[in-house]
C-alpha cells in the first residue's frame, strides 16, 4: 500500500511539473498592459468606492448615446468595428467590464447581476447621459437585459448580441476554457496556468468566421486575460453567474422598451433558440439572425450587423439631450 501511494504522488507531482511546462504564464505588469492596449481615447474613470474602469468615449458629444457592453473574457475592443462605423453619427461609450481588460477586478469581488448594473449607472452618471442606448454581447447582453428591468426609464432602447440571461437554452459545446473555468479545482490552477493555445482554441471554438481569430486577437485576449486579478476575477464570475437565480418576470416598462435583438445561427456558446425567449419579453423588437456566424456578430459579420444597428436607430430619430 505504502508503495501505491508512493508511485500515486510521484505520478501526481509529475503530472504538476507538466502542466506548468506546458502553461505557465505569470501576470504581466498593468503598466506595461496599459501602455500596449491603451491609446489616445482612453480614460481610465474612477467610479468611487474603489472602481475605476477603462473607458472610451468616442464621437459627437451632441449625438445620441450608446454604451455598449462586451462579453465574458472579452474587452472593449471587441466593438472597435462597429465604433468606426457608427462613430461619426453616434456617440459610442464602451468600457472594460469589472474583471477584465485594463479595469481589473471588481474592488469588492462582486460579478452579479446588480454589480454589472450599478457599473453601467455610474458610467452613465459619469458621462452625464439622461436617456441612452445600452447594447451587451454575450455576458454583456445578460448585463444589458437586467438594466433594462431595473433602470427602464433611462433608456431609449437596447441592442442584445447573442446575449447571456435566457433560461434552460443549454450550449450546444462550452469551448475549453469556460469548461476549465466551470471545473471547481481545475479552475484555480488558471491564476498560473493559461497557455496562449488554450485561449486560441476557446475563441476559435466561439466563432464560425475564423478569420476573425489572428493573431492579434489572441495574443490580446491571452495577455488581458492575465492583467493582475483578471484571472481569479473569472474563477469567482463564473461560480457567481453559474448560480445566479432563475429570471424575474418583468415590468411593462421593461416590456415597452425597444429592443433589437442579433443573433450568430451556429452559436455554440449560447444557441440561437435563445431568441424566442428574448422575443417575448420586449413588445417592440426586431430580430437579425446571420447564417453562418457564431457568438461574435459585431466581428463576424461586422459590417451587415452594423448596418442593421444603424437601420434600427435610424428608424426613430431621437434628438440628443445632455
Sequence with gaps: MRKFLKWTALVFVVLIIALFAWGYAGDIPASELRKKYANAESEFVDLGGGMTVHLRDEGPKDAPAIILLHGSNASLHTWQQWVDRLGKDYRIIRYDQPGHGLTGPHPNDDYTAKAFVDVVDRVAKNRGLGKFYLGGNSMGGWATHEYAKAHPEKLLGIILVDAGGAPETKPKSLPIGFRIALTPGLNKLMSVITPRSLVETSLKQSVSNQAVVTKAEVDEYWELLRYPGNRDATVKRFGQYGSRQTPTPISDATRAVPALILWGDEDKLIPVA????????????????YKGIGHLPMEEAAEQSANDVIKWLQRTPVPAKP
Design 274 to 289: 435563445s431568441v424566442k425567449w428574448f422575443q417575448t419579453q420586449y413588445n417592440d423588437q426586431v430580430t437579425h439572425i
